[in-house]
């Protein structure tokens, strides 16, 4: 999907943390989907209470569009995005 310009438009990616710290979400651009049809895999993690991804719950696919509601819906409703990334360290 691009913009006015020709642009690709921007993907929700990175973590989101559930406001009681008891889960995680990862967003990333799913790099087997097409451009003109991209989408996103989300997973879905419990974690501590410092926002460590402990297990998996699940993971989904999703179109683009479906993928930033659910990223703006979950910020409206108390989720934060982590701003130093979970495994910094480790890439």
């Known amino acids: 999907m691009t913009n006015e310009f020709g ?4 993907t929700s990616s990175g973590w989101l943390i559930h406001p009681e710290r008891k889960r995680v979400l990862f967003f990333i651009r799913d790099p087997k989907s097409l451009m003109s049809m991209p989408k996103v895999i989300t997973q ?12 998996i719950k699940n993971t989904r696919t999703m179109e683009l569009e479906d993928a930033t509601e659910t990223w703006n819906v979950l910020l409206s409703n108390g989720w934060e995005l982590v701003e130093h990334q979970i495994n910094e360290a480790a890439a």
């Open 44 to 55: 879905l993690w419990y974690s501590t209470a410092d926002g460590i991804p402990t297990r």
């Open 7 to 10: 642009r690709p438009l921007p």
